[in-house]
T-cell receptor
Framework: DARVTQTPRHKVTEMGQEVTMRCQPI?????VFWYRQTMMQGLELLAY????????DSGMPKDRFSAEMPDATLATLKIQPSEPRDSAVYFC???????????????FGEGSRLTVL | GDSVTQMEGPVTLSEEAFLTINCTYT??????LFWYVQYPGEGLQLLLK?????DKGSNKGFEATYRKETTSFHLEKGSVQVSDSAVYFC???????????????FGAGTQVVVTP
């Protein structure tokens, strides 16, 4: 059963520490997204990649956040330094876009719950 | 820009009751519309979708019809079960333009609680 895998599931850290979240998209998917979910803001798109190239990261605070895809099986989201306001659930999602065929379906991971003290 | 507005929750109802969650959208183009569901502790998963006006999406007893004239995509289920307790998100995306695909606009989510 193909699924998006995220690690860690839970992370508690202190303000100022670096946090790295990892995502393994579904094999064969060529588009990967990072979303942040909070009670106040709901779901926010932070960044997304197509064929490992960043297409849009306008939703991401550039001074402390960075997103990369070192290879097709790994996407990372880093926060350095972390702040209490970064506390949220971070979701990775993947999908497949091919010329002439686009299901429009996102497959979400179970999320990484981050708490910054 | 594009946006989605859905009714606030929580919506609390008894098992076998009728469920409606209202969703309206604003879009400049011709988006596809989706309902995603999030069960406790899990990520979102696609419930149903509709890609053009008058299309009806359906799955697991849920239905929604893409109404262009009222810019709406209301979710309905005739008889809910306790297992339907979850948060439901209405969303839109322009999936016809592959460069922008993936820029989903999600509503705020509506929590549904079904009691036995």
């Amino acid at each position: 059963d193909a699924r998006v895998t995220q690690t860690p599931r839970h992370k508690v850290t202190e303000m100022g520490q670096e946090v790295t979240m990892r995502c393994q998209p579904i094999l064969g998917h060529n588009t990967v997204f990072w979303y942040r979910q909070t009670m106040m803001q709901g779901l926010e798109l932070l960044a997304y990649f197509r064929n490992r190239a960043p297409l849009d990261d306008s939703g991401m605070p550039k001074d402390r956040f960075s997103a990369e895809m070192p290879d097709a099986t790994l996407a990372t989201l880093k926060i350095q330094p972390s702040e209490p306001r970064d506390s949220a659930v971070y979701f990775c999602a993947s999908g497949l876009v091919r010329s002439g065929m686009n299901t429009g379906e996102l497959f979400f991971g179970e999320g990484s719950r981050l708490t910054v003290l | 820009g594009d946006s989605v507005t859905q009714m606030e929750g929580p919506v609390t109802l008894s098992e076998e009751a009728f469920l409606t969650i209202n969703c309206t959208y604003t879009a400049t183009g011709y988006p596809s519309l989706f309902w995603y569901v999030q069960y406790p502790g899990e990520g979102l998963q696609l419930l149903l979708k509709a890609t053009k006006a008058d299309d009806k999406g359906s799955n697991k007893g849920f239905e929604a019809t893409y109404r262009k004239e009222t810019t709406s995509f209301h979710l309905e289920k005739g008889s809910v079960q306790v297992s339907d307790s979850a948060v439901y998100f209405c969303a839109l995306s322009d999936v016809l333009t592959t460069d922008s695909w993936g820029k989903f606009q999600f509503g705020a989510g509506t929590q549904v609680v079904v009691t036995p």
